[in-house]
């Protein structure tokens, strides 16, 4: 790679690194830049390279990612001798697979990786002053296309919800026939070909993800005004006096409104969502369990159980939901836990658990967004309150 490609390639690196991000949910696309060495097989009679790379990736899954590579370096031969400008080029086209371990919310996430592609070598800048005869790939005239495979491993630092560092080591293996680096006799030529070559590749790179994570939408849960008192009279003991009471004898307990007719309590908790495949089997605490804002999601469940406080002749009944990822089968457990995590952190708040009257999972099978976008999946992983009023 001649010079100033290389301080482009750097520097697009180091210009990406203020906006790069990392969002580690299905059908992300990002793009990859990164820089490093190639540590050459001892037979090729090359040194230590730089070596350049550009790759756009997509998510998979929460742990597998899919990346499209394309890396080129440039290295010296070793013997010099009777070779002229000795540089010899190598570009690479290929796909990579990486599997990340540990949870999409972590921040070191290490990963194993596997590869295939082609790689393509020729001599760089101009052509050898003696070639040997019959030295394809020598002479700065011939270059081929070669199979390679690459496996290897790293670990990735997220900075951010969005932002992602990269540092991966790998062995690269090219099954190459047009550098014929054992030459054991500079005068007669004798060559000897190699079936193929082993090189070592560290790099450090960037991760830019297109994808944005979008905080579920919160509403506050519906709260029934105050019934002021206007009169002293209320013969049905509602609550609402009989000047403004429109519906007068209503069975006892009945929840009524302003006007003194039944009214039924809603208490909402959209925006109360959990990360993906959360809870797990055996987690019992909510908060690690819920998506960002975690927060905002505890706040708008502390305001059901003083909605459920104030009102302490209702009971509710308790339904979780999924997104549609995942087996029917998986997904209804899951939803069951979810509707449990909720029932019991109301009871662990005081709310007593002959309230609630039923805890029920509905899978992936009452979507109330699309599955098809991030922002839809997010939604309808979800718990939903019905509740249940009395004399109605």
């Given at each position: ?307 459920l406080n104030r009102y302490p002749q209702i ?78």
């Amino acid at each position: 790679m001649k010079r100033n490609a290389l301080s482009a390639l750097i520097a697009l690196s180091l210009l990406g690194g203020s906006a790069v991000a990392q969002a580690q949910d299905f059908g992300n696309w990002y793009i990859a830049p990164r820089i490093g060495a190639v540590i050459p097989d001892s037979n090729r009679k090359t040194d230590t390279s730089v070596y350049g790379g550009f790759g756009a990736g997509v998510w998979v899954n929460p742990h597998l990612a899919v990346d499209f590579e394309y890396g080129i370096n440039n290295a010296s031969f070793k013997d010099n001798s009777w070779r002229a400008h000795h540089e010899w080029e190598s570009v690479t086209l290929g796909v990579s697979a990486r599997w990340f371990f540990g949870d999409e919310g972590s921040q070191f996430r290490p990963y194993v990786m596997a590869g295939v592609g082609a790689q393509r070598h020729t001599a760089y800048s101009g052509s050898l002053s003696a070639p040997p005869p019959n030295s394809k790939g020598l002479n700065g005239n011939n270059s081929g296309w070669d199979p390679m495979v690459t496996i290897g491993g790293g670990v990735q630092y997220n900075m951010s919800e969005n932002l992602a560092l990269r540092g991966e080591i790998a062995a690269r293996y090219d099954k190459d026939d047009n550098t014929r680096g054992n030459i054991s006799d500079q005068l007669g030529y004798n060559i000897s070909h190699k079936d193929g070559y082993l090189d070592g590749l560290v790099t450090v790179g960037l991760v830019y993800s297109f994808g944005h994570a979008t905080a579920p939408a919160q509403t506050t849960p519906a709260v029934v005004p105050a019934t002021p008192d206007c009169h002293t009279l209320d013969d049905d003991h509602d609550g609402v006096n009989n000047c403004d009471d429109k519906c007068p004898d209503t069975p006892a307990g009945t929840i009524v409104g302003p006007d003194g007719c039944p009214q039924k309590v809603v208490i909402d908790l959209r925006g109360v969502n959990f990360k993906f495949d959360r809870p797990k089997k055996g987690e019992h605490k909510i908060e690690p369990t819920l998506a960002v804002p975690t927060a905002d999601s505890v706040a708008i469940l502390d305001q059901a159980i003083d909605a459920l406080n104030r009102y302490p002749q209702i009971k509710v009944e308790l339904d979780g939901h999924t997104d549609s990822i995942g087996t029917d089968q998986y997904n209804q457990g899951l939803s069951e836990r979810r509707a449990q995590i909720v029932a019991d952190y109301l009871t662990a708040h005081g709310i007593t658990a002959d309230r609630i009257t039923a805890v029920k999972g509905f899978g992936e099978s009452q979507p109330i967004d699309t599955n098809s976008t991030k922002e839809g999946r997010a939604r309808n992983r979800r718990t939903e309150l019905k509740v249940e009023n009395p004399g109605q």
